[in-house]
Every structure is written in structure tokens, then in C-alpha cells.
């Protein structure tokens, strides 16, 4: 059960867009449209951003959009906003009816 | 308004077993579809999905973990416990316990605070 691979980090200047890649296998992100994405503040929980590849809660703004190809999912911030820098997760459903996480990505707001 | 808080010990000694608590309200884990995970984040680094437990009582184990965790339901006190057997300081990390429900089960939608162990003698 490998970890999904994010890059380590990404950054971008206000009202840029920035996207965040996702990498998995056959076996999660390219079997399943079951990926979500997580934004966690230092000290605080995670928040659900993204489920499903695509779909956003209500409350989340428009400017977070997910996608997905083939074993890749990605993570765009469109409009990057100060309050947007934050770590962010992506997590999939697997085969074996378990959930793996990526390794986390620092957004960083120049 | 769903709310979940995590209760247990802030400190517990190598070997011994972690036991954890998850108070919920605003659901009730005998619904169609309700289902509560715990995941851990050891300090600085990333997430880690443990284990699930579903309304029709079906359980899931992280693989690795499979033979020291084991989750179970009180529907009546509306709570989920996580017990670890044999801890190391390697388990030593936040513990979150998280909802899912029909629509976005497989994501978690509320998590609880996080409540903070550390395995040390």
C-alpha cells in the first residue's frame, strides 16, 4: 500500500493559478473516480476540498477544481488567494477497499 | 451539525495497547450509507488512513496495520473505538477520526480535532 506521490512543493503569486499533481497506480487513482483532496492549516484539521475527482462542497469556493487521467489526479487553484497557502492531501479509494494518502504538497502564496 | 471529538491517552508506554475514543453527534452510525475512519498524522509528516467501520458493522484494516488495530461500535453512546496493540514510538502521532456518508463516502467530510499521542517510556 504505497503512499500516492504529490511533489513536495508549489507556489505561486497572488491571483495566479497553481496546479497539484497526484500520481497513483492502476490500482487507486486509475481504477476508481473515488479521489479527494485535502487542505490542512498548520495546527488544525484537514478540510475536504475536492471529492470524487471532482466535486467540491458547497461551501468551498470555485476556484479549487479537481481532475483526473489515467493514474494522475491534479488539484488547480485558480485565483490563488493568501489564505489558500496551506498544505494540501490527495487521498484514494484502492482495490483492497482501503484508503491511501499522497505525501502532501506546501502551497506557498509569493 | 455533524461533530466528531477524539478522547484517549496523551502519553502510553511502549508495548502496551492505545485505546481511542470517537464521541459523535448529528448522525447515527445505524444510517444507511454513515460510516466513521480513523487516520493518524505522525508529527511533521503525512496523513495515514488506519482503519473504517460502516453502518452494516463492515470493517476495514490498513493492511500493515491489520493485526494490531480493531475498531468497533457503540451506536447506543454514538462512539467508534480504535484499539492498537503492542505501540511503538513509531506510532506515535495526531489521531483524527473522521465521518463519511452516502454521496461522499469516499471521502471524509467532518473530522474530528485530532487528539495527540506520543509513545514513550
Known amino acids: 500500500q504505497s503512499a500516492l506521490t504529490q511533489p513536495a512543493s508549489v507556489s505561486g503569486s497572488p491571483g495566479q493559478s497553481v496546479a497539484i499533481s497526484c500520481t497513483g497506480t492502476?490500482?487507486?487513482?486509475?481504477?476508481?473516480?473515488?479521489v479527494s483532496w485535502y487542505q490542512q492549516q498548520p495546527g488544525k484539521a484537514p478540510k475536504l476540498m475536492i471529492y470524487?475527482?471532482?466535486n467540491r462542497p458547497s461551501e468551498i469556493p470555485s476556484r479549487f477544481s479537481g481532475s483526473k487521467s489515467g493514474n494522475t489526479a491534479s488539484l488547480t487553484i485558480s485565483g490563488l488567494q493568501a489564505e489558500d497557502e496551506a498544505f494540501y492531501y490527495c487521498?484514494?479509494?484502492?482495490?483492497?477497499?482501503?484508503?491511501?494518502f499522497g505525501g502532501g504538497t506546501k502551497v506557498t502564496v509569493l | 451539525q455533524v461533530t466528531l471529538r477524539e478522547s484517549g491517552p496523551a502519553l502510553v508506554n511502549p508495548t502496551q495497547t492505545l485505546t481511542l475514543t470517537c464521541s459523535f453527534s448529528?448522525?447515527?452510525?445505524?444510517?444507511?450509507?454513515?460510516?466513521v475512519s480513523w487516520i493518524r498524522q505522525p508529527p511533521g509528516k503525512a496523513l495515514e488512513w488506519l482503519a473504517r467501520?460502516?453502518?452494516?458493522?463492515?470493517?476495514v484494516y490498513r493492511t500493515s496495520l491489520q493485526t494490531r488495530l480493531t475498531i468497533s461500535k457503540d451506536t447506543s453512546e454514538d462512539q467508534v473505538v480504535l484499539t492498537l496493540t503492542n505501540v511503538d514510538p513509531v506510532d506515535t502521532a495526531t489521531y483524527y477520526c473522521?465521518?463519511?456518508?452516502?454521496?461522499?463516502?469516499?471521502?471524509?467530510?467532518?473530522w474530528g480535532q485530532g487528539t495527540k499521542v506520543t509513545v514513550s517510556s
Open positions: 473522521a465521518q463519511s456518508r452516502a454521496g461522499v463516502l469516499y471521502a471524509f467530510d467532518v
Open positions: 448529528g448522525f447515527s452510525l445505524t444510517t444507511l450509507g454513515m460510516r
Open positions: 467501520i460502516d453502518w452494516d458493522d463492515d470493517r
Open positions: 492502476s490500482s487507486d487513482i486509475g481504477y476508481y473516480d473515488y
Open positions: 470524487d475527482v471532482t
Open positions: 487521498s484514494s479509494f484502492t482495490t483492497s477497499a482501503t484508503v491511501v
